[in-house]
């Protein structure tokens, strides 16, 4: 007989681990804080905890346990994110409207859900087990796509506050720029993809063969005081840098730096975490979208990496996987030069030039849960690595995160490409 698939004790650990991280994220911020919504985009932290909550409540208590029954009949509506065959939901825009439930009675949801899942998982047989192991599983990563999800949310609920609160932390010293150095690849018929041991989404198979032509890869990520550089030169304003899109975006909206940045009497400031500072130019630039990326990489005569290129690069450089310390709240600076790659997880996720489109074989699994991935491979643009404050042990060299070109409030940051050596 084959040994079961997946330990009980070790899911309701790990179960528990991701679950009281969530709570620590939300622990510095008032029942104020939570409720706040400040751009359609953006999503009240009570309403992270309570959706990732919902997961689990719909997708693995509604399915196996006795004699269930919702916690409450119109959290369905309320919590459901985008998945049609579970129902309709409110309106993804207007979820800073609802006071009630509070942040407190999200945490009494948050409780009720968490005793009742620790419950199953320990009654579960072997075989049943082993059919939700991997919901389960899906639910942890799900909820860490959530965790990243609040940070980046209430960083914008911050920004707009003139009194410039600070969410958690202190910046680090300032620092300066080092030399950019470059990774030279052969390229040639290459394999990327999950490798299929340890989990990955739907989106990250089937791993698969691509041809790449030799080309390198810069080896840090563009700093702050070199974007300086791109608009000192007029690069906001200067047409001839810009996709067709991305100047329309640029003139409708008025960019004129990163997203965060403001001009404080002639010196530039940045709205982290840690607050509200001068621009540190040795630091990676954040916030900006695949439309400013892409500009400032045809400013410097160069390109965005597409994502073979940015996985086999990583892969090939032998780059560890991420660490799993806590997260830092905000990018930091590269640190010595050391001839191998640097900043590939951690600090910012990166642009490529690659479409969010589907592997070649990709299928999308059965039922609501095929909803995750798949639908929305049409119009986003592909990032790859890790930012500061992506959760511990969530990023993978192969992961595919993904968002419109015209996204800002992500951290997301750029790594140059282009087609070799040069002399």
Do not use: C
């Amino acid at each position: 007989m084959s040994e079961p698939r997946w330990d009980p004790a070790e899911l309701e650990a790990r179960f528990a681990q991701v679950r009281a991280h969530t709570e620590a994220l939300a622990k510095p911020l008032s029942p104020e804080d939570q409720t706040v919504q400040t751009m359609p985009d953006v999503s009240p932290t009570k309403w992270h905890r309570a959706h990732v909550t919902w997961f689990f409540e719909t997708f693995l208590l509604a399915e196996v346990e006795p004699g269930f029954a919702p916690f409450q009949d119109q959290y369905w509506f309320l919590f459901n994110s985008y998945y049609e065959a579970v129902g309709p939901r409110y309106t993804r825009a207007e979820r800073g409207a609802i006071t009630r439930p509070g942040a407190h009675d999200v945490g009494l949801y948050r409780q009720n859900v968490d005793a009742r899942v620790r419950d199953l998982i320990s009654t579960l047989d072997d075989g049943t087990l082993d059919k939700l192991g991997s919901t389960i599983e899906l639910g942890f990563h799900h909820e860490q796509q959530h965790q990243e999800l609040l940070l980046m949310d209430i960083k914008h609920v911050l920004s707009v506050n003139p009194l410039r609160p600070v969410y958690a932390g202190s910046p680090s010293p300032r620092s300066e720029p080092d030399q950019m150095g470059w990774i030279d690849v052969e390229g040639g018929l290459v394999e990327v993809g999950h490798e299929g041991s340890g989990f990955s989404f739907d989106n990250e198979l089937p791993r698969h063969r691509t041809w790449l032509e030799p080309y390198r890869i810069a080896d840090r990520l563009v700093t702050n005081g070199e974007w300086m550089e791109f608009m000192a030169d007029g690069g906001y304003q200067r047409h001839e840098l810009w996709l067709s899109d991305g100047w329309a975006k640029v003139t409708g909206e008025q960019w004129r730096s990163p997203f965060y940045w403001r001009d404080d009497d002639g010196v530039w400031s940045e709205h982290t975490l840690h607050g509200t500072h001068p621009v540190d130019p040795g630091l990676p630039v954040t916030h900006v979208s695949h439309y400013e990326a892409d500009a400032y990489a045809t400013w410097r005569g160069m390109r965005l990496p597409t994502e073979p290129e940015w996985e086999h690069a990583v892969v090939a450089d032998g780059t560890p996987p991420a660490a799993d310390g806590a997260p830092s709240l905000h990018a930091t600076a590269a640190g010595p030069a050391t001839g191998h790659l640097r900043q590939v997880h951690g600090d910012a996720w990166q642009w490529t030039s690659s479409a969010y489109l589907p592997y070649p074989g990709f299928s999308a699994p059965d039922g609501a849960i095929g909803e995750y991935n798949g639908k929305f491979m049409s119009g986003q643009m592909v990032l790859r690595g890790g930012s500061a404050l992506t959760p511990p042990g969530h990023a993978r060299h192969t992961y595919r995160n993904f968002f419109p070109a015209g996204a800002r409030w992500p951290m997301t940051g750029v790594r140059l490409a282009d087609g070799g050596v040069r002399a």
